[in-house]
């Protein structure tokens, strides 16, 4: 029932903070996208024109702030997307709960998914690049895009090659879901990741994420420890982040002070801006390390 | 000598909740986020059978979302509400409801269960098998009040005792719904813990046929034995002195409201207290006579739901705060007042 | 008339009614004493048949070969039990109504209405026939209880007679509520009407009962009128207490323990 609580409470709270927002303008198409990758990418394509609302969790880049919100993409409600009389939806199929997405079908709102999937691999982000810039007859820009991001790919990788160590690194998420904290696996997209930045993820598993225990610490000992955003933010210092979390001011992490805050929409797809943050990753767990 | 018949007591009530429903349905069907007028009902109506395919997006929102919603609203609201009579009769005790003793939340184990496990198993059985496996765990967790209730020997006729009873069945029952959520594939898990604290957003057409037909069975079949649990309040020895075979009709009583209360659960998750409220509310207001707090029942569940559901759907517009908020929000507090109100009286 | 022999009934491996055999006649007041834990409410649970012996028999007169269904049953026969409570508010009329039941299936019918008002007048509760019967003294509700148990009974079936079971019906009543609750008691005695009682107070019972039966451990210690029944040898067999019987009038006992 906690759970359960917590989960509603927060979908409700977080609701209220960005539905205050009013649209702008007159649109022809009324775009609304459910899935942060994708609102990124519609941004970094350029075609954001017709975009007119998102989901609580697309935050990039900083000024999709100002569109208004549906709804937690899996929280979802009827009226919160009608609302924004939309004419098309995109989302990742990651969406719920299930009777909204039969509910606007049988309201008869279009919407689509993107054909290349949720793969967390560079070739089916360039492959949804290229479809999306397809779709919004943004061709040569989704070209672009995609040199660069082999480009800063490319000499990630070639860094990587310099460096001896593999550092392990720890990546700890606050899941607001449950209200506790995980940690990110080797399983998980930011796993690839670490793996391109040169570095090993300290947790293995199968699922993405685990919950963050004493044992799962000190197994894993990390060299460097990333927190996400808001997990950093609610505890405010690498002091308190030592103190706070269970088992680890033993490890070399802390003790070597190496504690940072990382973005979490930078780690959790990949999309046009990966190679560039695989390279600050890479600056980021290396650094303090012996010169090549 | 002839006797004038003394004029019934509680006459005026039902056509007055009958005659607020309606009103109170029509007002909760315009409201949302796009508000929708009556020429726009009318003409969604019309076109409905006449030319469906040329409705608008605010008529296919009236006959696709909102319609079906509000008549749920009044069919879940109702059986609630009656499940809370037929327990409280069952119990001769005011301060017992399908939340609080383990129905609902063993419905709702049921319905989670066959969530994870129909999509492990690949077994679909139509519109029913969701609410017959929901009617399965409810009457599963009602046999384990009766039955820890029946060996608490002479105190078994405390309310504290039946509402202790009531809170470790639910707690085990609701772990349940937690450990499947956990374990549960993605897209179940979602749908588990969205639905866990109630909500009517996912009503259908569908789900308004099964809803209207256990309803009014149920109505109808409780009704037939309202003097018999008019005569349960004296005691279960009264009672049987009173020619009413007592274990037969707790039997059938329970299985009415097992089956209310699973399938109205098995569609919108656990909605607690609307089966305390109204009853409550109604002997406050006439009196106890089951047929009346029957009827009445049915109606004045109805419109307390309906009441519920636009709170919940105005309070944080456009999102929709689960209907379970609201009616704990209310509920809870009158609980204690109840719980309080009994102490001074009786103990 | 009803008889029985050599009822039983075992629960947790204990005999709370032991092989009794009695025997009770309509228009006569007939009264079971006895000490706590003698198996008095038992035994007239299996007499009105409320309860299963586990061995032994119940006879009614009249009882034709095949039993009676619990409806029929309930036609000829009340009973009304120690410590009736009702959680729910209810109108003193409505409860009084309920004695009726065994006779109606939908609404009441004009001679239920007239069994109601008769029983409401004669226990003088006609006054406060709207009230919420929780509102009332505990007297009161006694009263309200005591009509709509005759309610339940107030005409004869064809063929039939009738039967009351009381169990300890004066412990709420004051003493001249006692009294006269007795005397009406009395005054309603017919020979088509088997009245069976269980009384605690042993000097009501001495003054009112045409019979008597004392229970003592689940058996019948003794029986047949007050006299003989209430000697000193009797009562300080079955109470531990021996009481003077002092005899004013010659005829009924008074007992007085110091």
Redesign the interface.
Known sequence: ?N???S??LA??LL??CR?ANQEQGEHKERLVSLSKQYSEIIYALGAQQDLVAVDLSSTYPPEIRSLPTV?YH??L????L??V?PTLILHDGNV?????M??LE????PMKVFETGGGDDLASAKQLVLEMGRFFHKEARAGELNRKLDADMAKAAREAQTWKKKPGVMIVHFGRAMNVYLTMTSASTAGRMIGWAGGEMAVRGERGMVQLSPEVVAQADPDVLLLTDFGYDRLGSPEMVKTSLPGISTTRAARGGRIYRVEEHDLVYVGPRTGENVLELQRLIHAGDAAP | MPVTRPRSPYGGVVPALAVALVVLAVFSVRLGAIPIGFGEMASAMSKAWSAPGGLDLTERIFLEIRLPRAIATVLVGASLALGGVLLQGLFRNPIVEPGLLGTSSGAAFGAALYFVLGAALKFHAGEWTLPVAACLGGALATACVFLLAETAGSHRESTTTVLLIGIAVNALFLSGVGLLAYVARDPQARSITFWGLGTLSGASWRAVAVLAVTTSVGLLLALRYARHLNALMLGESEALGLGVDVARVKLIVVAIDVVLVGVATSFTGIIAFVGLIVPHLLRLLKGSDHRYLMVGGALAGAIVLTLADVAARVLLRPAELPIGIVTSAVGAPLFVALLRGRRERFE | MIAADGLTRIANGRRIVDGVSVRFEGGRLNLVIGPNGAGKSTLLKLLSRLVRPDAGWVRYDGDGGREMSLASLAKIRAVLSQNVEIAFPLRVREVVMMGRYPHFTGRPSAQDEQACEEVMRLFDIDGVAERDHLTLSGGEQQRVHFARVLAQIWFPEPGRSRYLFLDEPLTFLDVFHQFDFMRKLQALLRSDLVVVGVLHDLNLAARFADSLVLLHQGRVLAAGPADQVLTRENVQAAFGLAPTILRPDGKRPILVFD
């Open positions: 029932m759970r359960t609580l989960f509603a979908a409700t609701c209220g539905f709804g899996r929280a409600s009827v009226e919160g009608v609302a009389k719920g709960p299930e009777h909204v039969r509910q049988q309201l008869k709102i």
